[in-house]
Nanobody, 117 residues
Framework: QVQLVESGGGLVQPGGSLRLSCAAS????????VGWYRQAPGKERELVAT???????TYADSVKGRFTISRDNAKNTVYLQMNSLKPEDTAVYYC???????????WGQGTQVTVSS
């Protein structure tokens, strides 16, 4: 059972930046994929970005060019650098890990990101 713990959320003004961290209890190389989801009140959960051990990354269209997912395998940590934040980026952000491409098996508890002036 892999445990994932997110950190780095908070309140930021529009145009600002935050970096989220997802620390895993064991090697993230054992996971086929690690991703960041977000869910805003009253909205569907959205897959924001993913990364694989081979370094392949994907992004939702809504965050392309603003968000960057990266990983430090030695620290068992995945990051989400968020720049040029907008109020519509406000959500709870969750880290998730999958053993295959078909589903995410492990989830963190979430971290709140609020973009507001």
């Amino acid at each position: 059972q892999v445990q994932l713990v997110e950190s780095g959320g908070g309140l930021v003004q529009p145009g600002g930046s935050l970096r989220l961290s997802c620390a895993a209890s064991e090697s993230i190389l054992s996971l086929h994929v690690v991703g960041w989801y977000r869910q805003a009140p009253g909205k569907e959960r959205e897959l924001v970005a993913t990364t694989t051990p081979r370094g392949t990354t994907t992004y939702a269209d809504s965050v392309k060019g603003r968000f960057t997912i990266s990983r430090d395998n030695a620290k068992n940590t995945v990051y989400l650098q968020m720049n040029s934040l907008k109020p519509e980026d406000t959500a709870v952000y969750y880290c998730a890990g999958g053993l295959s491409t078909s589903e995410f098996n492990y989830w963190g508890q979430g971290t709140q990101v609020t973009v507001s002036s």
